[in-house]
């Protein structure tokens, strides 16, 4: 028995990084799965790769629409695509910088929670994962338009968690601490070491580490959890 037997999930950013450890987690626990993304996905069992960029609606309305026309339903939405694209502070974010990282990590998860909600409250259940940080809860020098939009996920979600309580559709937030992704990858060394070395574990987290706590908020197990944060960081947010 799979933990996600006859669910159907919508990750976004499914391509790589965390999204794919995501993906490929669900569909080994049973979950049909729909992996969407700017770009091409690798092929893989139990995983259908489809285009969507999360900024724009008539993308989610296209593959919202299919989704539900094939299953007449939608369980699971993870919405994990998001960007850094800009570590300048304040002074130096440029308005198109800003817009775009918003666009992305807040507006694309309002769409996406706004796209799949008729579904599951249609259905009367359903399981939203929303990807805020570590930076959604605290500040860090620069990237002031990643941290105001992780800032905005994490309350967002509470929003969202409280409003449709009563109709049995949770919605929580995933934090990740710095975790080995394409994204962490391109960055400076210099600045990994320097985040690690805040890290009381004092190492990177894994994609996989991420995908099972999202593994368990998808899951009917997690059932009286909503609006809740779940941390995944190595301790960095307890200091
Ligand atoms: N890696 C970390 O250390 C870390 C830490 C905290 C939070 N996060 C968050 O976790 C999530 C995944 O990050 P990652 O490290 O796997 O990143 P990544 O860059 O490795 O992967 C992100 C994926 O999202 C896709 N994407 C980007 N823009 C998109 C759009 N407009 N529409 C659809 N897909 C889009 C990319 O093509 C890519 O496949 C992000 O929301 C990120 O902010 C990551």
Not at 11 to 40: P, S
Not at 41 to 57: F, H, M, P, R
Not at 158 to 169: C, P
Request: with cysteine.
């Amino acid at each position: 028995m799979g933990r996600l037997d006859g669910k159907v999930a919508l990750v976004t950013g499914g391509a790589q990084g965390i999204g794919r450890a995501v993906a490929v987690l669900f569909a080994q626990e049973g979950a049909i799965v729909y992996a969407g993304d700017v770009k091409a996905g690798a092929a893989a069992k139990g995983i259908e790769n489809v285009t969507l960029d999360v900024s724009q609606q008539a993308d989610w309305t296209r593959v919202v629409d299919a989704i539900v026309k094939t299953h007449g339903r939608i369980d699971i939405l993870v919405n994990n695509a998001g960007i850094v694209k800009c570590y300048g502070p304040v002074h130096e974010t440029d308005a198109e910088s800003w817009n775009r990282v918003l666009a992305v990590n807040l507006t694309g998860s309002f769409i996406g929670m706004q796209s799949v909600l008729p579904a599951m409250r249609k259905a009367g259940k359903g399981s939203i994962i929303n990807f805020s940080s570590i930076w959604g809860n605290v500040g860090v020098p620069g990237a002031a338009a990643y941290n105001a939009a992780k800032g905005g996920v994490r309350n967002m979600t509470k929003n969202a968690a409280v409003t449709y309580a009563k109709e049995n559709i949770r919605v929580n937030s995933v934090h990740p601490g710095l975790i080995r992704t394409p994204l962490v990858e391109a960055q400076p060394d210099e600045m990994n070491a320097g985040i690690i070395a805040q890290t009381p574990m004092g190492r990177m987290g894994t994609p996989q580490e991420v995908a099972r706590g999202c593994l368990f908020l998808a899951s009917d197990e997690s059932s009286f959890m909503t609006g809740s944060e779940l941390v995944i960081d190595g301790g960095y947010l307890a200091q």
